[in-house]
Nanobody, 119 residues
Framework: VQLQASGGGLVQPGGSLRLSCAAS????????IGWLRQAPGKEREEISC????????YYANSVKGRFTISRDSAKNTVNLQMNSLKPEDTAVYYC?????????????RGQGTQVTVSS
């Protein structure tokens, strides 16, 4: 399983970005998929997850109300729409599979994409 996050970049505070997670050799709809982030000097944070089948969504308090996770089964991607971005959202963002569901531990994690929120 290879996951690849993309869509990061530099954005001003209050701006938006849309991240995308793509997979090779794996159908994302077959698993719960989540997003994690890690900023320099900070612990890794699991910020969002979408479950398999019923597509229930979960968010960390730090992003709730600002970020939205969704599936695009036709494109075999899972997307993270990030609005009202803050400087503290600056981090490398990764997507990961959750073989035992969103309440389990994540499994495969792909290469990340850098998000920088700065004026």
């Amino acid at each position: 399983v290879q996951l690849q996050a993309s869509g990061g970049g530099l954005v001003q505070p209050g701006g938006s970005l849309r991240l995308s997670c793509a997979a090779s050799g794996f159908t994302l709809a077959d698993d719960a998929i989540g997003w994690l982030r890690q900023a320099p000097g900070k612990e890794r944070e699991e910020i969002s997850c979408i479950s398999r089948g019923d597509d229930n969504t979960y968010y960390a308090n730090s992003v709730k109300g600002r970020f939205t996770i969704s599936r695009d089964s036709a494109k075999n991607t899972v997307n993270l729409q990030m609005n009202s971005l803050k400087p503290e959202d600056t981090a490398v963002y990764y997507c990961a599979s959750y073989p035992r569901g969103c309440r389990g531990r994540f499994g495969s994690r792909g290469q990340g994409t850098q998000v920088t929120v700065s004026s």
